[in-house]
Structure formats: C-alpha cells, structure tokens
C-alpha cells in the first residue's frame, strides 16, 4: 500500500513522460521565440520562430513556424516561412513554404505551390585535385 517511491506518485494514472538520456529529437513549440543560433546534434523541430542561424543532424519546419537565418542541415523537411540561406543534403520543400534565400542540395523536392525566391545550387561533391607541380592533391570545393 505504501511501497510507491514519492517521484513515482502520479493521481491521475496517467503515464509520466521522462526525459531520456538518448533523446533522438528536439521540439521548439509553437508559443517560443529564440533570439541567437541553435545548434543541435540531433534532430529537430520547428513550430515557433527562431531569429538565428539553424545546425542539426535533421530539420523538420512545421506551417506555423518562422526562421530568420541560414539552416545547415543533412536533412530538412521545411513547411513554414525561411528567409536566409539553406544548405542541406536532402530538402523536401512541402506547399506551405515560403523561403526567401538560397538554397544549397544535394537532392530536392519542391511540391506544386511552395514559393522561393532566391537561387538554387546543386552542390558538387568535393574532389581532390592533382598539383601540376607533382606535390600531393589538394582538396577543392567547387562553388
């Protein structure tokens, strides 16, 4: 009858959700506002609005959401309203976008009735480059 812990205490039986030390995802709510960069190295979601640059391993914008400033990221799915330049390795740009800026890929998917005003770039994998000198290549990144 009194064997429960007291953090275990919970009167509504409703399972109580845990921070896990291996979390696989970051949300930023739709009510938060952040002035300055993220940077996150898992993945992340966006309903609110960041005024700052955006890294992470995979970005997921929600309709909602507003980000001022540059997103590098391997992945990024982007829903809502971007106005800085985007690097990503895989971009799905869904209808509701709005990007303003830059755009940086290595695949692209762009559905009907997204909006982008800004130049896209298919990015070309480095390539090391042999010296005419004989010396050992250097590593050259095309732009």
Do not use: W
Request: aromatic content about 4%; glycine content about 10%; overall charge negative.
């Amino acid at each position: 009858m009194f064997s429960k812990k007291p953090d275990e205490y919970n009167p509504t039986s409703q399972p109580v959700a845990r921070p896990a030390s291996g979390s696989t995802f970051s949300i930023i709510g739709s009510d938060v506002v952040i002035k300055g960069d993220v940077t996150a190295s898992v993945d992340l979601h966006v309903d609110g609005r960041i005024e700052g640059d955006i890294q992470c391993a995979s970005l997921v914008q929600g309709e909602g959401s507003h980000i001022e400033g540059g997103i590098t990221a391997e992945t990024a799915r982007l829903a809502g309203t971007v106005s800085g330049s985007i690097t990503a390795r895989e971009l799905v740009v869904l209808r509701s976008a709005r990007i303003n800026g830059d755009v940086h890929y290595d695949a692209l998917t762009i559905e009907q009735g997204a909006e982008v005003e800004g130049r896209f770039a298919h990015r070309v994998p480095a390539k090391a480059v042999k010296a005419d000198d004989g010396s050992a290549p250097t590593l050259t990144l095309a732009s």
